[in-house]
């Protein structure tokens, strides 16, 4: 039965039948509920932990009907999450997925229960099979597992599931050609899978030389790497990721290292990690001289608006992660994602040819647009609300080298409202003050179903027929 709630916005929003269909098949909205109060509880909810850190009445009122609007319009959604438990379940996370704090080394057994729980809780996992002894057997309880969930009636929502492997463990072989007879077999799968790929490995690929495994063993690694291409032309499986390299990516290594990622990979989580993801659809801010240009007023409140709600739905969720390490890394890091959908839609509004040149440069100008607008927020955010906890790492958190973070992962990048001086100063005021409230901000899932329902194109791929 879903609860009644006493809204204090009045929703207008009015999804196409199809849109619809994905609501109510997807378990997205209760038989009982309609859309409009999907919109009604989800605001209220998102703003309800607002007066703990002293918002006035008026600004919380100004800021659900903002909102309410920016969801109504379609220029903004939330994550299925969101759109599924906010106002709806007391006990459930808004959170779309995580890396389990599991140990896949011992008994397997001890494990079901903890995956149960966030697939339950509508979370996808991610997991590293680098420490086990036979990565194919496990990775295949795990399927298990993930197929007796899906098929069993306890989510609402179908998760998403990523393991990974180094391509230097002595059986990254058998792993890669996991999946390839599946579906000779009769085989399910609910698991993506990826090698992780070294620069070493790379390197070797490159060469035509040999690359050593962890237990000496020396492969050569060109046909490793056609190995991985013949079984993923075959059934899409195996990925490549580049652990490494997303790790110096990380801004807190200091606290904990990336292990796996979210099932599509867009983001890196170290254990108990998890995501929280809102999306602004684009499409819906082409603007001005015959649609030719882009809202940036308007863009800028959508994001600032996202990355309040963002780390509104995490202070909701915190409390609510039933294992105590997700609780922790979370207050920590205060991870959030601010993405985009619509991109394609934009680009035909807009009249610009998908792959070509000044496509590439406008992606780049709006997505360092909300990349730096979110961070802006993020900082004003921890003046009343305080930092995330890492932050204060003397050793391990890269906001507080010098140069830190911002400046050399964006000091060089020129874009349209964004400049190099302007990621510099920012990198110096988080530096000097210690004010951040999310350790990241941004994020780019493919958005799935959330793109659907609002019709938008989904995440920054293009139409496809």
């Known amino acids: ?44 909810t998102l703003f309800s932990v607002e007066g703990k850190f002293g918002t006035s009445s008026s600004e919380i009122q100004k800021m659900i009907d903002q909102f309410g609007i920016f969801l109504d319009e379609k220029k903004c959604v939330m994550s299925t999450p969101v759109m599924t438990n906010a106002g709806r379940y007391e006990n459930k996370p808004l959170s779309a997925c995580t890396v389990p704090p599991i140990d896949l080394k011992g008994d397997l057994s001890k494990t079901e229960d903890i995956i149960n729980h966030f697939h339950s809780d509508g979370m996808g996992t991610g997991f590293s099979l680098n420490e086990t002894d036979e990565p194919v057997r496990v990775l295949r309880f795990l399927n298990n597992i993930a197929l007796q969930g899906a098929n069993g009636g306890g989510e609402d929502r179908p998760v998403g599931n990523m393991a990974i492997l180094s391509v230097h463990h002595p059986q990254i072989l058998n792993f890669v050609f996991a999946k390839t007879d599946a579906d000779q077999k009769g085989e399910e799968w609910k698991f993506n899978i990826s090698v992780d790929a070294s620069a070493e490995f790379m390197d070797a690929v490159m060469q035509k030389t040999p690359y050593i495994l962890w237990d000496g063993t020396r492969l050569n690694a060109a046909e490793v790497m056609e190995s991985i291409a013949k079984s993923a032309h075959v059934c899409g499986d195996p990925g490549l ?3 490494d390299r997303m790790n110096k990516d990380n801004p807190t290594p200091g606290l904990a290292p990336y292990t796996s990622t979210a099932p599509c990979a867009e983001v890196g989580l170290a254990p108990g990690e998890s995501c929280q993801f809102g999306y602004i659809n684009v499409g819906k801010f082409v603007s001005g001289d015959g649609g030719r240009s882009i809202n940036y007023s308007e863009l800028e409140l959508a994001t600032r608006l996202m990355t309040r709600v963002l780390d509104n739905a995490l202070e909701i969720s915190i409390d609510r992660y039933f294992h105590p390490t997700s609780q922790h890394i979370m207050r920590a890091k205060r991870k959030i994602g601010v993405g985009i959908c619509g991109l394609a839609d934009m680009f035909i509004d807009m009249g610009i040819p998908y792959d070509g040149d000044q496509a590439r440069q406008t992606a780049l100008d709006i997505v360092a647009f909300i990349n730096y ?12 609300r305080g930092s995330f906890e890492a932050m204060t790492l003397s050793i391990g958190s890269r906001y507080n080298d010098e140069p830190g973070f911002l ?48 019709d938008a194109s989904t995440g920054i791929e293009p139409v496809l027929p």
């Open 373 to 384: 607008v979110s961070k802006l927020e993020s900082h004003e955010l921890a003046k009343t």
């Open 241 to 243: 990721i580049f652990m």
């Open 1 to 44: 039965m879903t609860p009644e709630v006493n809204p204090t916005y009045r929703s207008d929003f009015k999804p196409s039948v199809f849109a619809e269909g994905v609501l109510r098949d997807g378990k997205i909205i209760s038989l009982q509920e309609t859309p409009q109060h999907m919109i009604e509880r989800m605001v209220t």
């Open 407 to 454: 400046e050399q992962k964006y000091g060089r990048l020129e874009t349209l409202h964004v400049t190099p001086d302007m990621w510099q100063r920012l990198g110096k005021l988080i530096r000097e003050t210690g004010l951040l409230r999310n350790a990241s901000t941004i994020a780019l899932p493919p958005t799935g179903r959330s793109g659907l329902v609002i």
